[in-house]
Protein backbone atom coordinates (compact mmCIF):
# COMPACT_ATOMS: atom_id res chain seq x y z
CA UNK A 1 0.00 0.00 0.00
CA UNK A 2 1.08 3.54 -0.84
CA UNK A 3 0.21 6.84 0.95
CA UNK A 4 -1.78 7.84 -2.25
CA UNK A 5 -3.88 4.47 -1.80
CA UNK A 6 -5.06 6.17 1.84
CA UNK A 7 -8.03 8.32 1.25
CA UNK A 8 -10.03 7.61 4.10
CA UNK A 9 -9.23 6.89 8.01
CA UNK A 10 -11.29 5.12 10.36
CA UNK A 11 -10.99 7.06 13.90
CA UNK A 12 -12.24 4.13 16.52
CA UNK A 13 -13.15 6.35 19.60
CA UNK A 14 -14.08 10.09 20.12
CA UNK A 15 -12.39 10.77 23.64
CA UNK A 16 -9.67 13.79 24.15
CA UNK A 17 -7.20 11.66 21.96
CA UNK A 18 -9.54 9.99 19.16
CA UNK A 19 -11.26 13.45 18.24
CA UNK A 20 -7.98 14.91 18.52
CA UNK A 21 -6.59 12.51 15.73
CA UNK A 22 -9.57 13.20 13.95
CA UNK A 23 -8.97 16.70 13.74
CA UNK A 24 -5.78 16.72 12.71
CA UNK A 25 -6.20 13.74 9.59
CA UNK A 26 -9.48 16.13 8.48
CA UNK A 27 -7.55 19.32 8.32
CA UNK A 28 -4.75 17.74 6.59
CA UNK A 29 -7.37 16.29 3.66
CA UNK A 30 -8.01 13.04 4.45
CA UNK A 31 -11.54 11.67 4.87
CA UNK A 32 -12.71 10.50 8.49
CA UNK A 33 -15.17 8.02 9.95
CA UNK A 34 -15.10 8.85 13.64
CA UNK A 35 -16.90 5.79 15.51
CA UNK A 36 -17.78 5.45 19.02
CA UNK A 37 -20.03 3.12 20.69
CA UNK A 38 -22.49 6.39 22.09
CA UNK A 39 -24.27 9.10 20.12
CA UNK A 40 -23.62 11.39 23.04
CA UNK A 41 -19.68 10.79 22.87
CA UNK A 42 -19.63 11.63 19.19
CA UNK A 43 -21.18 14.59 19.31
CA UNK A 44 -19.16 16.07 22.37
CA UNK A 45 -16.07 14.86 20.22
CA UNK A 46 -17.60 16.35 17.31
CA UNK A 47 -18.33 19.72 19.33
CA UNK A 48 -14.65 19.84 20.51
CA UNK A 49 -13.07 19.79 16.84
CA UNK A 50 -15.38 22.52 15.45
CA UNK A 51 -14.56 24.46 18.77
CA UNK A 52 -10.67 23.93 17.99
CA UNK A 53 -11.38 24.61 14.29
CA UNK A 54 -13.08 27.85 15.13
CA UNK A 55 -10.18 29.18 17.63
CA UNK A 56 -7.78 28.81 14.56
CA UNK A 57 -10.57 30.97 12.53
CA UNK A 58 -10.58 33.38 15.13
CA UNK A 59 -6.76 34.12 15.32
CA UNK A 60 -6.43 33.94 11.72
CA UNK A 61 -4.69 30.80 11.65
CA UNK A 62 -7.60 29.44 9.21
CA UNK A 63 -10.29 30.66 7.30
CA UNK A 64 -13.68 29.55 7.95
CA UNK A 65 -13.57 28.42 3.90
CA UNK A 66 -10.95 25.96 5.44
CA UNK A 67 -12.56 24.84 8.53
CA UNK A 68 -16.08 24.34 6.56
CA UNK A 69 -13.95 21.65 4.14
CA UNK A 70 -12.33 19.98 6.95
CA UNK A 71 -15.34 19.70 8.89
CA UNK A 72 -17.40 18.33 5.68
CA UNK A 73 -14.63 15.29 5.66
CA UNK A 74 -15.57 14.00 8.86
CA UNK A 75 -18.29 11.44 9.04
CA UNK A 76 -19.34 9.64 12.22
CA UNK A 77 -21.24 6.57 13.05
CA UNK A 78 -21.99 4.01 16.06
CA UNK A 79 -22.01 1.32 13.46
CA UNK A 80 -18.44 -0.14 13.83
CA UNK A 81 -19.21 -2.38 10.38
CA UNK A 82 -20.15 1.00 8.46
CA UNK A 83 -17.12 2.75 10.34
CA UNK A 84 -14.47 0.47 8.76
CA UNK A 85 -15.91 0.34 5.07
CA UNK A 86 -13.30 1.34 3.03
CA UNK A 87 -10.90 2.30 5.37
CA UNK A 88 -7.43 1.38 3.82
CA UNK A 89 -5.98 3.16 8.12
CA UNK A 90 -7.92 2.04 11.37
CA UNK A 91 -6.47 4.00 14.51
CA UNK A 92 -7.96 3.10 17.52
CA UNK A 93 -8.32 5.60 20.78
CA UNK A 94 -10.46 3.72 23.56
CA UNK A 95 -9.59 3.80 26.92
CA UNK A 96 -6.05 2.32 28.16
CA UNK A 97 -7.37 -1.41 28.96
CA UNK A 98 -6.48 -4.54 27.67
CA UNK A 99 -9.18 -6.44 27.20
CA UNK A 100 -11.16 -3.79 25.93
CA UNK A 101 -8.42 -2.95 23.33
CA UNK A 102 -8.02 -7.17 22.40
CA UNK A 103 -11.65 -6.93 21.96
CA UNK A 104 -11.93 -4.57 19.75
CA UNK A 105 -9.03 -4.83 17.49
CA UNK A 106 -10.19 -9.03 17.04
CA UNK A 107 -13.76 -7.61 15.82
CA UNK A 108 -11.76 -4.90 13.28
CA UNK A 109 -9.77 -7.75 12.35
CA UNK A 110 -12.65 -10.02 11.26
CA UNK A 111 -14.66 -7.28 9.62
CA UNK A 112 -11.50 -5.53 7.29
CA UNK A 113 -9.24 -6.91 4.63
CA UNK A 114 -5.85 -8.53 5.54
CA UNK A 115 -3.92 -5.43 3.68
CA UNK A 116 -5.92 -2.96 5.70
CA UNK A 117 -3.74 -1.22 8.55
CA UNK A 118 -4.49 -1.45 11.86
CA UNK A 119 -2.75 1.13 15.07
CA UNK A 120 -3.45 1.05 18.42
CA UNK A 121 -2.99 4.70 20.29
CA UNK A 122 -1.45 3.38 23.52
CA UNK A 123 1.18 5.28 25.80
CA UNK A 124 1.76 2.27 27.66
CA UNK A 125 0.47 -0.89 26.45
CA UNK A 126 2.52 -3.95 24.86
CA UNK A 127 2.14 -3.64 20.79
CA UNK A 128 2.71 -7.26 20.80
CA UNK A 129 0.33 -8.49 23.14
CA UNK A 130 -2.26 -6.55 21.55
CA UNK A 131 -1.19 -7.90 18.20
CA UNK A 132 -2.04 -11.43 19.32
CA UNK A 133 -5.87 -11.16 18.09
CA UNK A 134 -5.18 -9.52 15.24
CA UNK A 135 -4.81 -11.60 12.06
CA UNK A 136 -1.97 -10.48 9.57
CA UNK A 137 0.00 -8.94 12.68
CA UNK A 138 2.47 -7.07 10.27
CA UNK A 139 0.05 -4.36 9.62
CA UNK A 140 -0.74 -4.12 12.81
CA UNK A 141 1.60 -1.18 14.59
CA UNK A 142 1.39 1.32 17.77
CA UNK A 143 0.90 4.91 16.92
CA UNK A 144 1.34 7.11 19.97
CA UNK A 145 -0.06 10.30 19.62
CA UNK A 146 0.90 13.04 22.96
CA UNK A 147 -2.40 15.11 24.13
CA UNK A 148 -3.01 17.62 23.28
CA UNK A 149 -3.11 16.08 19.67
CA UNK A 150 -3.76 19.04 17.77
CA UNK A 151 -0.61 21.24 19.28
CA UNK A 152 1.90 18.24 19.90
CA UNK A 153 3.84 17.35 17.21
CA UNK A 154 5.69 13.97 17.68
CA UNK A 155 3.80 10.56 16.90
CA UNK A 156 5.60 7.77 18.12
CA UNK A 157 5.79 4.87 15.33
CA UNK A 158 6.09 1.84 17.46
CA UNK A 159 7.12 -1.69 16.11
CA UNK A 160 5.44 -4.94 17.67
CA UNK A 161 7.01 -8.34 17.57
CA UNK A 162 5.79 -8.90 13.67
CA UNK A 163 5.20 -5.11 12.52
CA UNK A 164 6.42 -5.39 8.82
CA UNK A 165 8.65 -2.43 7.98
CA UNK A 166 6.33 -1.25 4.96
CA UNK A 167 3.49 -1.11 7.48
CA UNK A 168 6.23 1.74 9.65
CA UNK A 169 7.24 3.68 6.87
CA UNK A 170 3.91 3.97 5.47
CA UNK A 171 2.52 5.30 9.08
CA UNK A 172 5.65 7.64 9.23
CA UNK A 173 4.25 8.81 5.43
CA UNK A 174 0.96 9.40 7.05
CA UNK A 175 1.83 11.16 9.88
CA UNK A 176 4.26 13.61 8.01
CA UNK A 177 1.38 14.54 6.09
CA UNK A 178 -0.47 15.85 8.90
CA UNK A 179 2.57 17.48 9.89
CA UNK A 180 3.57 16.02 12.91
CA UNK A 181 6.87 14.52 13.24
CA UNK A 182 6.76 10.40 13.16
CA UNK A 183 10.15 8.62 15.29
CA UNK A 184 10.01 5.13 15.05
CA UNK A 185 10.45 2.91 18.19
CA UNK A 186 12.18 0.15 17.04
CA UNK A 187 11.29 -2.45 20.16
CA UNK A 188 8.26 -2.38 22.45
CA UNK A 189 9.62 -1.91 26.04
CA UNK A 190 7.67 -0.22 28.14
CA UNK A 191 7.27 3.32 27.96
CA UNK A 192 8.34 3.18 24.65
CA UNK A 193 10.99 5.96 24.34
CA UNK A 194 9.49 9.74 25.52
CA UNK A 195 7.70 7.91 28.94
CA UNK A 196 10.32 5.67 29.45
CA UNK A 197 13.36 8.12 29.82
CA UNK A 198 10.79 10.28 32.11
CA UNK A 199 10.13 7.53 34.17
CA UNK A 200 13.11 7.31 36.61
CA UNK A 201 12.25 10.96 37.45
CA UNK A 202 8.43 9.93 38.45
CA UNK A 203 10.02 7.39 40.57
CA UNK A 204 12.24 10.33 41.84
CA UNK A 205 9.39 12.37 43.11
CA UNK A 206 7.77 9.68 44.89
CA UNK A 207 10.79 9.01 46.57
CA UNK A 208 11.33 12.98 47.67
CA UNK A 209 7.44 12.79 48.85
CA UNK A 210 8.63 9.90 50.80
CA UNK A 211 11.53 11.51 52.58
CA UNK A 212 9.52 14.51 53.90
CA UNK A 213 12.90 16.56 53.83
CA UNK A 214 12.06 17.96 50.56
CA UNK A 215 9.77 21.06 50.25
CA UNK A 216 7.98 20.62 46.95
CA UNK A 217 7.21 24.02 46.51
CA UNK A 218 10.69 24.84 46.65
CA UNK A 219 11.97 22.17 44.09
CA UNK A 220 8.87 23.55 41.88
CA UNK A 221 9.60 27.34 42.51
CA UNK A 222 13.28 26.31 41.33
CA UNK A 223 12.30 24.63 38.23
CA UNK A 224 9.44 27.62 36.90
CA UNK A 225 12.42 29.49 37.42
CA UNK A 226 14.82 27.91 34.56
CA UNK A 227 11.92 28.35 32.14
CA UNK A 228 9.59 25.18 33.01
CA UNK A 229 5.64 26.06 33.48
CA UNK A 230 5.19 23.76 35.92
CA UNK A 231 7.27 21.99 38.72
CA UNK A 232 7.55 18.60 38.71
CA UNK A 233 5.01 18.45 41.70
CA UNK A 234 2.71 20.83 40.10
CA UNK A 235 2.49 18.47 37.21
CA UNK A 236 2.17 15.19 38.83
CA UNK A 237 -1.15 17.34 40.78
CA UNK A 238 -2.01 18.58 37.05
CA UNK A 239 -2.18 14.93 35.52
CA UNK A 240 -3.52 13.69 38.79
CA UNK A 241 -2.63 11.50 41.24
CA UNK A 242 -4.05 8.44 40.39
CA UNK A 243 -2.61 8.40 36.85
CA UNK A 244 0.94 8.84 38.04
CA UNK A 245 0.60 6.21 40.79
CA UNK A 246 -0.83 3.63 38.17
CA UNK A 247 1.70 5.03 35.42
CA UNK A 248 4.44 4.14 38.13
CA UNK A 249 2.99 0.82 39.11
CA UNK A 250 3.06 -0.28 35.56
CA UNK A 251 6.74 0.36 35.68
CA UNK A 252 7.21 -1.36 39.09
CA UNK A 253 5.77 -4.45 37.20
CA UNK A 254 7.55 -4.14 33.85
CA UNK A 255 10.80 -2.65 34.57
CA UNK A 256 11.77 -2.57 38.40
CA UNK A 257 10.29 -3.07 41.31
CA UNK A 258 11.52 0.26 42.86
CA UNK A 259 8.87 2.20 40.41
CA UNK A 260 6.00 1.35 42.85
CA UNK A 261 4.54 4.31 44.50
CA UNK A 262 5.60 5.56 47.71
CA UNK A 263 3.49 5.88 51.04
CA UNK A 264 2.87 9.40 50.11
CA UNK A 265 1.40 8.51 46.71
CA UNK A 266 -0.38 5.85 48.21
CA UNK A 267 -2.28 7.85 51.09
CA UNK A 268 -3.42 10.47 48.70
CA UNK A 269 -5.26 7.84 46.86
CA UNK A 270 -6.78 6.27 49.76
CA UNK A 271 -7.94 9.62 50.82
CA UNK A 272 -8.63 10.61 47.14
CA UNK A 273 -6.54 13.96 46.79
CA UNK A 274 -5.52 13.37 43.35
CA UNK A 275 -4.72 16.58 42.70
CA UNK A 276 -6.49 19.51 40.49
CA UNK A 277 -9.28 17.07 40.07
CA UNK A 278 -10.37 16.38 43.28
CA UNK A 279 -9.34 20.98 44.27
CA UNK A 280 -6.21 18.94 46.64
CA UNK A 281 -3.12 16.53 46.18
CA UNK A 282 0.56 17.35 46.88
CA UNK A 283 -1.06 21.29 47.28
CA UNK A 284 -4.08 22.81 47.42
CA UNK A 285 -5.95 23.84 44.26
CA UNK A 286 -8.05 27.01 43.63
CA UNK A 287 -9.57 28.73 40.73
CA UNK A 288 -7.47 25.72 38.52
CA UNK A 289 -4.26 26.37 40.14
CA UNK A 290 -2.01 25.49 42.86
CA UNK A 291 -1.26 27.39 46.01
CA UNK A 292 2.67 26.99 45.78
CA UNK A 293 4.61 28.99 47.70
CA UNK A 294 7.08 30.77 45.70
CA UNK A 295 9.16 32.89 48.00
CA UNK A 296 11.90 30.20 48.31
CA UNK A 297 13.92 28.42 45.82
CA UNK A 298 15.22 24.53 46.63
CA UNK A 299 18.95 24.99 47.64
CA UNK A 300 18.92 20.81 47.28
CA UNK A 301 17.26 19.75 44.29
CA UNK A 302 17.20 21.64 41.22
CA UNK A 303 17.46 21.31 37.03
CA UNK A 304 20.58 19.56 37.20
CA UNK A 305 19.39 16.60 39.29
CA UNK A 306 16.05 15.85 36.52
CA UNK A 307 18.49 16.13 33.62
CA UNK A 308 21.04 14.06 34.91
CA UNK A 309 18.67 11.31 35.87
CA UNK A 310 16.72 12.12 32.54
CA UNK A 311 20.26 11.82 30.57
CA UNK A 312 21.15 8.54 32.26
CA UNK A 313 18.05 6.79 31.12
CA UNK A 314 18.35 8.30 27.41
CA UNK A 315 21.66 6.61 27.17
CA UNK A 316 19.69 3.05 28.50
CA UNK A 317 17.16 3.92 25.79
CA UNK A 318 19.57 3.94 23.13
CA UNK A 319 22.01 0.73 24.61
CA UNK A 320 18.75 -1.20 24.45
CA UNK A 321 17.54 -0.77 20.82
CA UNK A 322 14.73 1.11 21.24
CA UNK A 323 15.37 4.22 18.72
CA UNK A 324 17.52 4.54 15.84
CA UNK A 325 19.65 7.34 17.02
CA UNK A 326 19.80 9.89 19.87
CA UNK A 327 19.12 12.20 17.19
CA UNK A 328 15.64 10.55 17.27
CA UNK A 329 15.89 10.39 21.18
CA UNK A 330 16.10 14.36 21.19
CA UNK A 331 13.30 15.02 19.35
CA UNK A 332 11.32 12.90 20.51
CA UNK A 333 11.68 14.53 24.08
CA UNK A 334 12.02 18.05 22.40
CA UNK A 335 8.61 17.38 20.33
CA UNK A 336 6.36 14.87 22.87
CA UNK A 337 7.69 16.93 25.75
CA UNK A 338 7.83 20.52 24.30
CA UNK A 339 11.33 20.36 25.32
CA UNK A 340 13.96 22.97 24.71
CA UNK A 341 16.61 20.67 24.23
CA UNK A 342 17.02 16.61 23.85
CA UNK A 343 18.86 14.49 26.66
CA UNK A 344 22.25 13.29 24.51
CA UNK A 345 22.12 17.57 23.46
CA UNK A 346 22.10 18.67 26.78
CA UNK A 347 24.30 16.15 28.44
CA UNK A 348 27.10 17.52 25.34
CA UNK A 349 27.56 20.59 27.44
CA UNK A 350 27.85 18.53 30.76
CA UNK A 351 31.01 17.86 32.67
CA UNK A 352 30.53 13.65 32.98
CA UNK A 353 32.39 13.54 36.22
CA UNK A 354 29.44 15.99 37.32
CA UNK A 355 26.73 13.97 35.93
CA UNK A 356 28.13 11.26 38.03
CA UNK A 357 28.40 12.43 41.33
CA UNK A 358 24.92 13.63 41.14
CA UNK A 359 23.35 10.34 40.32
CA UNK A 360 25.65 7.93 43.07
CA UNK A 361 24.51 11.02 45.26
CA UNK A 362 20.87 10.58 44.79
CA UNK A 363 20.73 6.90 44.19
CA UNK A 364 22.74 6.43 47.85
CA UNK A 365 20.33 9.40 49.29
CA UNK A 366 17.52 7.77 48.26
CA UNK A 367 18.28 4.27 47.74
CA UNK A 368 17.28 3.61 44.21
CA UNK A 369 19.31 1.95 41.98
CA UNK A 370 17.78 2.91 38.68
CA UNK A 371 19.25 5.83 39.49
CA UNK A 372 22.50 4.88 39.42
CA UNK A 373 24.95 6.14 36.40
CA UNK A 374 25.57 3.91 33.40
CA UNK A 375 28.70 3.07 32.97
CA UNK A 376 28.96 5.61 29.65
CA UNK A 377 27.61 8.11 31.95
CA UNK A 378 31.16 7.47 34.00
CA UNK A 379 33.53 7.39 31.22
CA UNK A 380 32.26 10.01 29.27
CA UNK A 381 31.37 7.88 26.22
CA UNK A 382 27.73 8.65 26.32
CA UNK A 383 28.49 11.58 23.78
CA UNK A 384 29.97 9.77 21.20
CA UNK A 385 26.90 7.19 21.25
CA UNK A 386 25.94 5.82 17.86
CA UNK A 387 28.83 8.32 16.12
Known amino acids: MK ?7 TILGSGAMGHGIAQVCIDAGFNVIMRDIKQEFIDNGVAKIKESLAFLVAKGKKTQEDMDAAM ?68 FVGMHFFNPVNRMKLVEIIYGEKTSDETVELLCEVSRKYNKVPI ?30 IVPDQVDTTMKAVGQKMGPFELADFVGIDVFSHTLEYYSQTLSKEFKPGKFLTDKMAKNELGMKTG ?26 FAAIQIN ?48 KLSDQFGLSILKPEPEIVDGSFKTLGK
Open 3 to 9: LDDVKSI
Open 72 to 139: ARLTTTTDIKEALKGAKLVIEAVPEIMDLKKSVFKEVAGLVDEDVIIATNTSTMSISEIATVVNNPAR
Open 184 to 213: KVLKDRPGFIVNRISAPNQAFISAMLDSGK
Open 280 to 305: KGIYEWKDGKAVVDSSKPSEGVGPME
Open 313 to 360: EAVRVFKEGIAQSTKDIDDAVKFGMNAFIGPFELGANIDPKQLTDTLN
